[in-house]
């Protein structure tokens, strides 16, 4: 088991921090949840990036990397709270890889140019799927078959969602073409690589907020010094940063065992989205303390962060589906 990137990882991740840092500051987060939707031209710079091909098969013009190569990427779109479907897009890539045919065929290398979005729903664990409106193709999980489904194929009702710049909407009715392959083990697959990613953008989220904390923490002062010198509040940033750190390694032995068909995956899988969920809200809790009143207004952008940790917490399996999960497995 061997989980450290290679050259060309760290090169890309590098670039893909340094890109998402300049392209998508929290004002920019503040736009999607205006507009409700995500901005077209950052996506085209990811795909420029070549963010989108990583999960295509090298045939159909991409890199064929894994879900471990993909998860310092998404760590990275979770620090600034990306508004665009990345994880979305990257379960759809592996379900069309996973079915091939004429779909994969067309799709993938649309999907790798960064041409189009296409978003998979799957009702048993993720009922209010994200992004749905803005996708070009649904996949759409149904009982133990795949409808493929374009957007005049749906009918769906908007949700409301803590998280104003990822929507969310149930879908009522969906036409299309139902999929051939192995259905039953790609839905499977999709549940899990969409926990493993959430897992992966929950780290991110858990180190922005601590460091928003941090960052705040050495400019509010009481009884004439900054709070960040007292040790009750180190103590608890320490803990949130152990916590999330902690986190990491078990989302990347969740997306190892997703790439090597390891009989343990769904174990390894449910602990990496229940402990990053839960890593996550303590280092938003701990850092909505640092900030005080000032952590539940619009104007801070800590709660952007939070927002967002608190939608994917109950997204691709709620944290108390994971736990349950670890319950019936480990019995």
């Known amino acids: 088991m061997h989980f450290v990137p290679s ?3 760290r090169l890309l991740t590098d670039a893909v921090r340094i890109m998402l840092t300049a392209e998508c500051p929290p004002s920019a987060v503040r736009a999607a949840w205006d507009s409700g939707t995500f901005d077209a031209a950052r996506w085209k710079a990811m795909a420029d990036l070549g963010v989108t091909s990583l999960a295509v098969p090298e045939r159909l013009g991409g890199m064929g990397w894994g879900i471990l ?27 069309l890889a996973d079915l091939g045919g004429s779909f994969a065929e067309e799709w993938l290398p649309r999907i790798a140019a960064g041409n189009v979005v296409v978003v998979t729903a799957c009702a048993e664990v993720d009922p209010y799927p994200a992004h749905v409106a803005e996708a070009d193709m649904v996949l759409v999980c149904e009982g ?3 409808v493929v489904a374009w957007p005049e194929e749906l009918e769906t009702v908007a949700q409301p969602n803590i998280d104003g710049a990822r929507p969310t909407a149930s879908i009522v009715r969906a036409d299309g073409e139902v999929a051939a392959g192995d259905i039953g083990e790609t839905i499977v697959r999709a549940s899990q690589r969409g926990a493993t990613l959430s897992a992966a953008m929950q780290v991110g989220l858990g180190m922005a907020m601590i460091d928003q904390a941090v960052a705040y923490a050495k400019q509010r002062e009481q009884f004439g010094k900054p709070i960040g010198t007292f040790q009750a509040v180190k103590h608890h940033l320490a803990s949130a940063l152990v916590g999330v750190q902690f986190a990491r ?17 769904a174990v390894h899988v449910a602990m990496a ?8 809200d303590a280092a938003a809790k701990h850092a909505l303390q640092v900030h005080g009143a000032i952590g539940y207004t619009w104007e ?8 967002r940790s608190w939608s994917l917490a109950a997204s691709f399996g709620s944290t108390e589906h994971h736990w349950q999960t670890l319950d019936r497995t480990l019995v």
């Open 69 to 95: 190569d993909l998860v310092p990427l998404v760590v990275e779109a979770g620090r600034v709270a990306l508004p665009e479907p990345l994880i979305e897009a990257l379960v759809s890539t592996g379900v």
């Open 249 to 265: 390694p078990l989302v990347e032995r969740a997306a190892h065992s997703l790439d090597n068909g390891d009989p343990d995956v």
């Open 7 to 9: 050259e060309d990882q």
């Open 144 to 146: 133990n078959q795949v």
């Open 300 to 307: 801070c952008d800590l709660h952007l962060f939070m927002k």
């Open 273 to 280: 989205k229940a402990f990053a969920d839960e890593t996550a």
